[in-house]
């Protein structure tokens, strides 16, 4: 197996890292880094070869393969040891049809892809796996650091801290104190992680981490370093094997830092150049209006993102003002004919409890995900017909504090129309019946 992978820079600077090197910056112009895979020696294999090694490895148990991320290798990290790798089964997540919810906004091929059926609950853990899997490839082969480190709104930091925990690697998360779920929260903390609770927001955490990084004293787990994307993009592969190789026709994804929109494509882009698909699906990235930047530079006509002061939002891991990959998601943008649009909290709160109601207990990030697909079903962008598949980033248990707020009214600015209580009763025959004839005279 000759397959190959290494760093180059993403604004096309020559010369290429190896993978195991600590470098996150391209060391020439300063800017991103991607992965660049040797297409030619993977098409040794056939398209019809791939998708039949692929499809025999998913959801099985020989080690690793069975992993959404690692039952892909060749095309993600081809060049890391078995004994290496650590992965906890991530991946392998629900595809399903949301009929009631796509018929209530006019559409009939409406999926989810939840990705918050994963070990950590949230697609974090798919760009972990293979960060902490090279790290520890690193660290035998001679590396020396103190530990892997990340900024976190939450769903970072519970990934990093479980696959360093299961390495046995040291693990320092800088948190925004106050901005991420109890849930998140305890995630690390239950890992054994050193977590830093600083008085800042995201992007405060970001900058020190970052600093930290190039000093030196800590290895940077964030989406900036692209061995995250790698993982991530894993995330296409799985959907378009999971329609038996087919591509929908719009992907809808929220948007924070923006390497999952970024890897979205890369894994789209990948399966069309070798062959296994002919074409990309049309992107819509969909932003918190309290977090907007790539929305207000989109829809200027801008290609350069300018920072914005992210302002509290309840979809608090998309609270990103200075989003690392927002080169990278406007290269996705542009090559898959993109949309980008927002949610005010309303909008979220209230999208967000009309899909509960078809079953879907969705987290705030979804339901941002789902106002922006509700825009452009009404501007007429997508069609009745049309196969969409919403990337669902997170569990929605991970939200119980946004769900129980919103069901007791208590948040500020935000009229729960949905919102439903428990009812009262005393332990009796009588007034439980009495109860279910109220509900149905108030339901006709
Ligand atoms: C990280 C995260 C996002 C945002 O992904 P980016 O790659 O930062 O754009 C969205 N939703 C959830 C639940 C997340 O954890
Ligand atoms: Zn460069």
Known sequence: MSYAAAFRCFAGCPGTHPLTQPVYRCPSC??????AHDLDALRDRSPAAWMRLFDQRYRRTAWPYGSGVWGKREWVAPAVPDDAIVSMDEGGSSLFWAERYGKSIGLDDLWIKLCGNSHTGSF???GMTVLVSVVRQAVREGLSLRAVACASTGDTSAALAAYGAAAGLPVVVLLPRGKVSTAQLV????SGALVLALDTDFDGCMSIVQRLAADGVVYLANSMNALRIEGQKTVAFEMVQQFDWAVPDWVVVPGGNLGNAYALFAGFRMLKDLGVTTRLPRLCVAQAEHANPLYLAWSAGKREVAPVKARETLASAIQIGNPVSAPRAIQALEAMDGVVEQASEEEL???AARADRTGLYTCP???VALVGLEKIVAKGLVGPKDRVVVVSTASGLKFTEFKVRYHEKSLAGVDARHANPP????ADYDHVLAALDAHAARAS
């Open 30 to 35: 300063g800017g991103l880094l991607e992965v």
């Open 349 to 351: 709160c209230d999208a």
């Open 423 to 426: 009812v009262m009763v005393p």
């Open 365 to 367: 990030h979804t339901a």
């Open 187 to 190: 995630q690390p903390i239950a």
């Open 124 to 126: 974090k853990d798919l």
